[in-house]
């Protein structure tokens, strides 16, 4: 599947953006989309996957602190991430990323999150955090 995410942009500290992933039989072929992101000169991190069968959402707690909301509609074959609270360390290119297999355990495998096991990716959309 072709992935396409937007909804990226600049934001002030404290702002909100929502992020969209849509793909043709996203959330109807695929088990589970996850958000990861990117920031440079750092590491690939997750950020949250969500279980497109029955919804079960996944977060990394050191990543979200309770800010951001993953949810899908399947009908729209789309997967949203809403971010609220920004603050520039958020500041990344956020990718989506589909797998055949499941969210679960929503865990760096060997602490690397480049293995998590997502076969298709989106292209990406910045965020940027910043006054």
């Known amino acids: 599947v072709q992935l396409q995410a937007s909804g990226g942009g600049l934001v002030q500290p404290g702002g909100s953006l929502r992020l969209s992933c849509t793909g043709s039989?996203?959330?109807?072929?695929?088990?589970?989309i996850g958000w990861f992101r990117q920031a440079p000169g750092k590491e690939r991190e997750g950020v949250s996957c969500?279980?497109?069968?029955?919804?079960?959402?996944?977060y990394t707690d050191s990543v979200v602190k309770g800010r951001f909301t993953i949810s899908r509609d399947n009908a729209k074959n789309t997967v949203y991430l809403q971010m609220n609270s920004l603050t520039p360390e958020d500041t990344a290119v956020y990718y989506c990323?589909?797998?055949?297999?499941?969210?679960?355990?929503?865990?760096?495998?060997?602490?690397?999150?480049?293995?998590?096991?997502?076969?298709?990716w989106g292209q990406g959309t910045q965020v940027t955090v910043s006054s």
């Open positions: 039989g996203l959330t109807s072929g695929y088990p589970a």
């Open positions: 969500i279980s497109s069968s029955d919804g079960s959402t996944y």
């Open positions: 990323a589909a797998s055949v297999f499941s969210c679960h355990p929503w865990s760096p495998l060997g602490g690397d999150w480049t293995r998590a096991d997502f076969g298709s």
